[in-house]
């Protein structure tokens, strides 16, 4: 169980069996009255954000969670393989509950699956990843990095803005928490 006095940002807690992450919380000590924490917290299996106060000495539940480091392996259908790269068991996870993260996902990729009482959630990815761009307009002579932006579709059907010297076939490096461009890698 977790006290208030103990809630952060990215704590995990369950309220009534439902495993939450907190998002934002603020301790406030009014005048009068007794202390609370003014919380806004996202549900991990539908990604609800709820706002809630909690009295001063409130208690909320730990959550049964697990994080395994798994790889990505392939797309059957709709549905996204991954193996575990401890015992080697595979599991398969919608689409639908990842579609997300699964723009950012190659074969072979590792990442940390989030499960809650055995039952896969959430990905974690890793920060950047590195794609290929497969379709964008051909880059023209004289345009720079500072120049602007045109739209350009990578391997895994995720379209980011790159900037207009970039051409198809190069490789980029992404950032997985914004969706942007970074940086133009360079071949090996």
Known sequence: MY???TFRKNLKIEINGEPYVIVECQH??????VAF???KYKNLITGAVLLQNFRSGDVVGKPNLEEREMQF???E???MV?????????ISIEE???EDEALYLKDNQDVTVLFFNDKAISLDLPNFVILDVTQTDPGVKGDTASG???PATLETGLVVQVPLYLNEGETIKVDTRTGQFVERVKAK
Do not use: A, C, H, W
Not at 28 to 33: L, M, Q
């Open 96 to 98: 639908s509950k990842i």
């Open 148 to 150: 602007g932006s045109k």
């Open 28 to 33: 406030v000590k009014p005048g009068k009255g």
């Open 37 to 39: 924490v003014k919380t």
């Open 73 to 75: 392996l392939y797309r």
């Open 77 to 79: 259908g709709e549905m």
């Open 82 to 90: 991954f193996m575990d790269t401890d015992n080697y068991d595979q």
């Open 3 to 5: 006290s208030t006095n």
